[in-house]
């Protein structure tokens, strides 16, 4: 964590070319819209991007494009009054209360947060998890509500049980279900009550015990960084650069954007970004460079955040420079 703070104060300092900018809803131009139409508080085109996205399809960056909308919270209740046999308001409205919750509790450490947030806090995700599961009453076979309440009971601390039944209440009706995955590599991460290895073996699991090609090869940077996260300064290089890290990066990398099934479909750039970050980190510089090639300069927040919350594509140039891209 010290390498990420010193990191983060030369690189907001850094300048480089300007042919690299963070991708704005992953490239999705249907994100937009319901953004657009969330904030106009106009539910009938909300409804409409939504049902033209089949749960099969992942309706998740969509979903989090409304919750994240702020006044949602203020016109969601006549919704939820007219439609009262609905699924598809329930999910709106349970995705909402979830960034609801956390903008009352807000991202200080819990020591900082006082007894009041968490009150309101445990409120909102209460109200969440009440509409998700009648969400999911009305449509058994919907992934989306299952996602949610994984992402609301890590809130309430519902622990490791409960929280793995969620995610497979997920992949049992979405498989790949990205969103879900990357959930639970945070559920079993050790911040959160895990411990590193359960993290790689979940990481290595669902990546490989996918089809080639497959979006969810991403986890496994994105588990090498969650604990290079975790380390000292010294020590989080010398992690990144081991060869077993390396050597399964690059088993990773095979089985997913290099693989010929490999498809650019919605969050492809955010797999291709935590391989960018993680390769560069190994320094394997040439591998690297095939990332940002990939890229050509689209570059999503996460991971760069990590080291420059403000500037992730400062970040971004940085790291390809020293790639030689």
């Given at each position: 964590?010290?390498?990420?703070?010193?990191?983060?104060?030369?690189?907001?300092?850094?300048a480089g070319r300007e042919d690299a900018a963070v991708v704005k809803d992953s490239g999705d131009p249907e994100v937009a819209r319901i953004r657009e139409?969330?904030?106009?508080?106009?539910?009938?085109?909300?409804?409409?991007?939504?049902?033209?996205?089949?749960?099969?399809?992942?309706?998740?960056?969509?979903?989090?494009?409304?919750?994240?909308?702020?006044?949602?919270?203020?016109?969601?209740?006549?919704?939820?009054?007219?439609?009262?046999?609905?699924?598809?308001?329930?999910?709106?409205a349970g995705i909402r209360y979830i960034t609801f919750a956390w903008e009352a509790r807000t991202g200080a450490l819990a020591e900082h947060v006082s007894?009041?947030?968490?009150?309101?806090?445990?409120?909102?995700?209460?109200?969440?998890?009440?509409?998700?599961?009648?969400?999911?009453?009305?449509?058994?076979?919907?992934?989306?509500?299952?996602?949610?309440?994984?992402?609301?009971?890590?809130?309430?601390?519902?622990?490791?049980?409960?929280?793995?039944?969620?995610?497979?209440?997920?992949?049992?009706?979405?498989?790949?279900?990205?969103?879900?995955?990357?959930?639970?590599?945070?559920?079993?991460?050790?911040?959160?009550?895990?411990?590193?290895?359960?993290?790689?073996?979940?990481?290595?699991?669902?990546?490989?015990?996918?089809?080639?090609?497959?979006?969810?090869?991403?986890?496994?940077?994105?588990?090498?960084?969650?604990?290079?996260?975790?380390?000292?300064?010294?020590?989080?290089?010398?992690?990144?650069?081991?060869?077993?890290v390396l050597e399964s990066l690059r088993r990773a990398a095979d089985h997913s954007y290099r693989h010929p099934g490999f498809r650019q479909e919605t969050?492809?750039?955010?797999?291709?970004?935590?391989?960018?970050?993680?390769?560069?980190?190994?320094?394997?510089?040439?591998?690297?460079?095939?990332?940002?090639?990939?890229?050509?300069?689209?570059?999503?927040?996460?991971?760069?955040?990590?080291?420059?919350?403000?500037?992730?594509?400062?970040?971004?140039?940085?790291?390809?420079?020293?790639?030689?891209?």
């Amino acid at each position: 964590m010290a390498l990420v703070r010193a990191w983060g104060r030369t690189l907001g300092r850094w300048a480089g070319r300007e042919d690299a900018a963070v991708v704005k809803d992953s490239g999705d131009p249907e994100v937009a819209r319901i953004r657009e139409a969330a904030e106009a508080g106009d539910w009938p085109t909300v409804r409409a991007v939504l049902e033209a996205r089949p749960e099969a399809a992942d309706r998740t960056e969509l979903l989090w494009a409304v919750g994240d909308t702020a006044g949602v919270e203020q016109w969601m209740p006549r919704v939820l009054e007219a439609e009262p046999d609905t699924a598809l308001p329930r999910v709106v409205a349970g995705i909402r209360y979830i960034t609801f919750a956390w903008e009352a509790r807000t991202g200080a450490l819990a020591e900082h947060v006082s007894r009041d947030q968490f009150r309101v806090f445990h409120a909102r995700l209460r109200d969440a998890e009440r509409w998700l599961y009648e969400a999911a009453e009305r449509e058994p076979g919907w992934a989306s509500p299952w996602y949610g309440l994984q992402i609301t009971g890590r809130g309430l601390e519902v622990g490791q049980t409960v929280a793995r039944r969620r995610f497979e209440a997920v992949v049992r009706r979405s498989p790949q279900h990205r969103g879900a995955h990357q959930q639970q590599l945070q559920q079993v991460c050790q911040k959160w009550g895990g411990s590193h290895e359960e993290m790689h073996a979940f990481a290595r699991d669902s990546a490989f015990g996918a089809p080639g090609g497959t979006l969810l090869g991403g986890l496994v940077p994105d588990a090498h960084i969650e604990q290079w996260l975790m380390l000292d300064r010294g020590a989080d290089t010398a992690y990144m650069r081991t060869p077993e890290v390396l050597e399964s990066l690059r088993r990773a990398a095979d089985h997913s954007y290099r693989h010929p099934g490999f498809r650019q479909e919605t969050g492809w750039l955010n797999t291709v970004n935590s391989f960018a970050l993680a390769f560069s980190l190994a320094a394997d510089q040439g591998a690297a460079r095939e990332c940002f090639e990939l890229l050509a300069g689209r570059v999503t927040k996460s991971p760069w955040q990590y080291l420059n919350a403000d500037r992730p594509a400062d970040v971004y140039r940085k790291m390809r420079s020293a790639a030689g891209r």
